[in-house]
């Protein structure tokens, strides 16, 4: 098989959390209502994902697999105005190197659907099956192949660790999908669809934080470019004992951005509140133009045009807003 692959795949997928991630990321992106993931082992022997979304047509399951094949961009232009989550077109083609991959789908429209399997990058003739509407991806001993990686996995309770956040950060995103996580055959998660981001905050983490939560909102606007900020930051005056809960959605995918994370501090630091965890669950609405998210291959982080605009909304915001606030 194939060496640029097997180098690529090591950039995006570094353990089963990878896998989880740019599976769930797909299934969003296929507009599923509804999506559940089952993990054996921490998921080093099975990660499997099933969504109801809108299915991989028979002739295009090949493609899908493909190194650099994406249908979510028409052409170059399209990577500055990315609205999906995914948009390289390699996080499929680079598992497939990696693991024993089964892809089912079937689109609603279609009476039949298809199976592909790839056993570290080879594939097999694609099969009709009968299957439910959606798409299922299994991924079985991921790195069977690559030993060096597979020396790397941890302890099933650490990698599941890195699972659940995945998830939780997936479906913060994403409060209108239902998600589910099961692990060993016992369910770790049930999210049902709610209508905003508290209630998935309640779901995750409990309505006692939920509910103590203060809300924010803020719109900077010049010209056609608009810049919203909305969510939810713990009083400050509450402790919460090291409860590192921090989460930035930007245009629907939760990223690291250590500038936002000052200005957390920041904020809490003009109240005198030091040495405390800032607790946020913020959303960041702007125009695709005004940030470039492909310069890191997960995605995590980005480079925003003008992050010093980003940044003094977001300090002015939280500084009025505790101020104004009976803490
Ligand atoms: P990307 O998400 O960057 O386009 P991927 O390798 O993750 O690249 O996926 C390749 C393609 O496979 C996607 O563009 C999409 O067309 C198709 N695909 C993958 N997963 C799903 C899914 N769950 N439902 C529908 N289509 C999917
Ligand atoms: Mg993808």
Redesign the pocket.
């Known amino acids: 098989s194939n060496v640029v692959n097997k180098i690529a795949a090591g950039e995006v997928i570094e353990r089963p959390a990878s896998v989880v991630k ?2 769930v ?3 969003v ?2 507009g ?1 209502t509804r999506i559940d993931v089952t993990i054996e082992q921490g998921g080093v022997e099975l990660v499997r ?1 099933t ?1 109801n ?4 047509a028979a002739d ?1 399951l090949q ?3 493909a190194s650099h ?5 028409a052409d170059a232009d399209d990577l500055f105005r990315v609205g ?12 497939a190197e990696v693991s024993r991959l089964v ?1 089912r ?1 079937r689109p609603a429209d279609c009476e039949a659907g298809a199976e592909l399997e790839i056993v570290g990058g080879r594939a097999e003739p694609i099969r009709p099956v009968g299957c439910p509407a ?2 299922t ?1 299994e991924i079985r001993q991921l790195f069977f192949n690559t030993p060096v990686r597979h020396k790397f996995m941890r302890t099933t309770q650490t990698e599941m660790g890195h699972i659940t956040e995945a998830i939780t950060r997936l479906a913060l995103a994403a409060p209108h999908v239902h998600f589910s996580l099961t692990h060993g055959g016992r369910l770790v998660h049930d999210l049902p669809p709610v209508s905003n981001l508290r209630e998935r905050i309640g779901s995750l983490f409990g309505a006692e934080l939920a509910d103590g939560l203060i809300e924010i909102e803020s719109a900077d606007e010049h010209g056609d470019q608009q810049i919203r900020l909305s969510g939810y930051v713990a009083n400050p005056s509450h402790s919460r004992g090291n409860n590192r809960l921090q989460y930035l959605i930007l245009n629907g995918r939760v990223i690291r951005d250590r500038s936002l994370q000052h200005a957390l501090g920041e904020a809490y630091r003009g109240l005198l509140l030091t040495g405390r965890y800032p607790i946020c669950f913020l959303n960041l609405e702007l125009s695709p133009s005004l940030v470039d998210v492909n310069v890191h291959p997960t995605k995590l982080e980005v480079r925003f045009q003008d992050g010093g605009r980003i940044y003094s909304q977001l300090l002015g915001t939280l500084r009025s807003k505790f101020l104004s606030t009976d803490l």
Not at 53 to 56: E, K
Not at 69 to 73: H, N
Not at 85 to 90: A, C, P, T, V, Y
């Open positions: 740019e599976l990321e797909n299934s992106d296929s599923a994902v969504d979304g809108c299915g991989i295009q493609l899908a697999v094949a994406t249908s979510k961009i999906t989550l995914g948009f390289r077109g390699e996080a499929l083609a680079s598992i892809l789908s959606g798409t991806i």
